[in-house]
């Protein structure tokens, strides 16, 4: 997303968590992704999440046994979060 400016939970050539997922090895996938952008902080990105009903569901949600986070800053120095959720 940083290096593109593109922020989505879809890719640019229409990819999704689900096909990533499973390009990636996991069979029978189910999971969620949090996205944001422009918080400066790893704190105030999860305070973020934390006050969105949606993202906050994706934290709290028992099941899932593996997490991925990624961060990157983009041009201008914009900031990229991607909190990813998964259990097969």
Same mark, same amino acid.
Request: with cysteine; aromatic share 12%; charged share 15%.
């Given at each position: 997303?940083?290096?593109?400016?593109?922020?989505?939970?879809?890719?640019?050539?229409?990819?999704?968590?689900?096909?990533?997922?499973? #390009?990636? =090895? &996991?069979?029978?996938?189910?999971? +969620?992704?949090?996205?944001?952008? %422009?918080?400066? /902080?790893?704190?105030?990105?999860?305070?973020?999440?934390?006050?969105?009903?949606?993202?906050?569901?994706?934290?709290? #949600?028992? =099941? &899932?046994?593996?997490?991925?986070? +990624?961060?990157?800053?983009?041009? %201008?120095?914009? /900031?990229?979060?991607?909190?990813?959720?998964?259990?097969?």
């Amino acid at each position: 997303m940083a290096a593109r400016g593109w922020f989505s939970h879809v890719g640019p050539g229409g990819s999704t968590l689900a096909g990533r997922a499973r #390009r990636a =090895g &996991y069979r029978g996938f189910a999971g +969620g992704e949090n996205i944001a952008s %422009g918080q400066p /902080t790893a704190a105030s990105v999860v305070h973020a999440w934390l006050d969105s009903p949606g993202h906050c569901l994706n934290i709290m #949600r028992r =099941g &899932y046994d593996e997490v991925g986070v +990624g961060f990157a800053r983009g041009a %201008g120095g914009v /900031t990229y979060w991607v909190l990813d959720f998964g259990y097969e």
